[in-house]
């Protein structure tokens, strides 16, 4: 597969209106790292955005998430890992990531507010919305994860 266009060069003005709302979530919003992980690997994996899932894996390592919940996160309806504030967050991003089939139903969004403020639901909306303008930008320019070591199946 081959890059479209450099979209960090393409348009910094645009880049630069995207990079400050990524600012405001990862540094201003006051959101748990942890959620913002989550957050971002879930859409990623849903929007087939190899680039964004290599990225955040390696994030939420170098965070100290352990490999069982990364690897888990794809499959998280099935694991007993995640908690109930967790489960609300990957049920919201899903239905933002997918929101054309799922219409953000009310079965996505009243579990939030068990758990959440409503600035706190509004900054995690932001965060998955971001999410998804990166995988957008990545996916629709081909944009290529480094490759850190090459292996083969044995």
């Known amino acids: 597969m081959q890059t479209r266009l450099d979209f960090y060069s ?55 998430l ?14 007993p890992l995640f908690d109930e504030r967790e489960r609300a967050v990957l049920e919201w991003t899903e239905a933002l990531t997918n929101v054309a089939d799922t219409g953000a139903p009310g079965e996505a969004y009243e579990p939030l507010k068990d758990h959440f403020t409503e600035k706190e639901i509004m900054d995690l909306t932001v965060a998955i919305s971001m999410i998804n303008v990166w995988n957008r930008l990545a996916v629709g320019f081909r944009a290529q994860h480094p490759i850190d070591e090459v292996r083969k199946a044995s």
């Open 66 to 79: 352990s490999e069982q919940w990364i690897n888990l996160v794809s499959v998280w309806r099935e694991s």
């Open 10 to 64: 393409a348009s910094p003005a645009a880049l630069q209106a995207v990079l400050g709302l990524e600012n405001y979530v990862s540094k201003q919003s006051g959101l748990d790292r942890e959620l913002i992980h989550l957050v971002k690997l879930r859409a990623s994996q849903i929007n087939g955005c190899a680039y964004c899932v290599d990225m955040h894996t390696k994030e939420a390592k170098h965070s100290g």
